[in-house]
């Protein structure tokens, strides 16, 4: 299962530009995080959403303040959803076991309207605030993704368990 791990981070860091598995791990110098996708809270919902949302996904740290990111996961409207971006969390925002830090990028599975690209809309762009917990080798991630309303879709916070190799 290890072994199935590690080659998905070397994948994902040569998509992001190495151009070999020894270049995959140095572009990863600062860890590679496996993030488990879990759950979400939907703040002030008007209706119904999923709140169960499995998935998986990594984090390359190529230094101490930034990483890229991608996974996967089952969204709050029972659609699969798939991300791509970068992680930015500054030194003054990191203290012994949390860090706080903004993500962008695209993600893939909600209805952008205007915004969106791709067939039917359904790919646009996401900033979100994080706040990544860890102690030792486990963590937990917690997101605030902005509302979208043009899926009527209200602020949520997403829940992740981390494990650093």
Request: proline fraction near 7%; glycine fraction near 12%.
């Amino acid at each position: 299962m290890r072994g199935a791990m590690v080659k998905a981070c070397v994948c994902a860091a040569v998509a992001y530009g190495a151009s070999t598995p020894a270049q995959a791990f140095e572009l990863c110098s600062d860890g590679v995080w496996l993030d488990g996708m879990l759950a979400s809270y939907h703040i002030n919902p008007q209706k119904h959403f999923n709140e169960f949302n499995p998935g998986l996904g990594l984090e390359c740290w190529v230094n101490h303040n930034w990483a890229l990111t991608a996974g996967g996961f089952r969204n709050s409207l029972d659609r699969p959803s798939w991300y791509g971006g970068g992680l930015w969390s500054p030194d003054f925002l990191t203290w012994t076991y949390v860090r706080v830090g903004v993500m962008a990028g695209i993600i893939s599975g909600y209805n952008y309207g205007d915004w969106g690209l791709g067939r039917n809309h359904t790919v646009g762009p996401v900033v979100a605030p994080i706040v990544m917990t860890n102690y030792g080798k486990l963590g937990i991630n917690f997101i605030l993704i902005p509302p979208i309303p043009s899926d009527q879709l209200p602020a949520t916070v997403g829940f992740m368990l981390r494990y650093k190799f």
